[in-house]
């Protein structure tokens, strides 16, 4: 995970070119910042940089409207964002002062934070916390205070969940769902079709290589998609597929409406997997099945 937390350089850099764009899509001013020269230099070695801007981009905009009408309203009082990386939302988005956001990640990504940006000021409540989430007993911990401290939470995992392995990710589900408080998760989901298409992706394999050794980072892209999530007793309330946002704000894709109409003449079903790809999904605590059968029977006895 520590080499994997270093990706936190390359997202930062390429939410500041985002922001350079005269059409930018969200104004990230401190990413440049805290991209520094590592993150410079990342995207030069990665390449494909428009493509993936463009992504990154996209992500960034769904998770950014999806978090403030989601605060606005759901009377959201705490937001936990694990893996934070070099994410600013606390000085760019509009927040309320009295909205307590904590991030979370490694000693070092946090120090690294903390040392640039100690002149600025966050526009709500903001605390870091120094754990790696991968610590199973600490992380427990960390949940059971936080929910202790909420009426509701917000739980994010942007760019974490496809570097952790199935098992991982459903222990994870786990751990939320048992703070009663912690109602709501937000992250971006890969669809399978990337794991199938892995070998086929020039900068994801160069990206490896940096970043894994050479090993696959793309681990988690269940065939069920967001599905996955709803035997850890979690429902989907929104999905909102990267591809069709792509498609609706004019990023990158040209002649898309001409491949549109081919696709669907000559293979609807895989036209429809493909736009699935790079989902931002939003979950929703649902009653556990325990849970249900008490309600049944206090009805019953009424």
Known sequence: MKNI??????VAMYRALESERVDALFKDPLARVLAGGKGEMLVEVIGEKDKITNAIAIRTYVLDNLILQLINSKNIDTVINLAAGLDTRPYRLP??????????????IIAYKEQ??????????????????????????????????????????????SYLHETQVALLATDIY???NLNWWLFE???SLALKDYDQVYARKIFDQYFANGNKTLLF??????????????KVAKSVSAWKELHRLNRGI??????????KLVANEYWEKIQQQGSVVLLERSP???????????????
């Open 5 to 10: 937390a270093e990706t936190a350089y390359l």
């Open 95 to 108: 927040f309320c002062a009295s909205l307590c956001w904590i991030e979370v990640d490694l000693p070092e």
């Open 116 to 161: 640039l940006l100690k002149d600025q000021q966050p526009l709500c409540l903001l605390e870091r916390v120094k754990l790696d989430i991968t610590n199973l007993a600490l992380r427990k911990t960390f949940f059971s205070e936080i929910n202790l401290a909420t009426r509701q939470a917000l739980v994010i995992t942007e760019g974490l969940l």
């Open 178 to 180: 048992e703070q009663s």
């Open 189 to 191: 989901l890969e669809s």
């Open 221 to 234: 892209a269940p065939e069920q998609g967001a599905e996955f999530f709803q035997q850890y007793n979690w």
């Open 254 to 263: 040209k002649f898309t409406w001409l491949l549109e109409i081919i696709m």
């Open 288 to 302: 556990a099945v325990g849970d249900l059968v008490k309600t049944k029977e206090v009805f019953e006895k009424r």
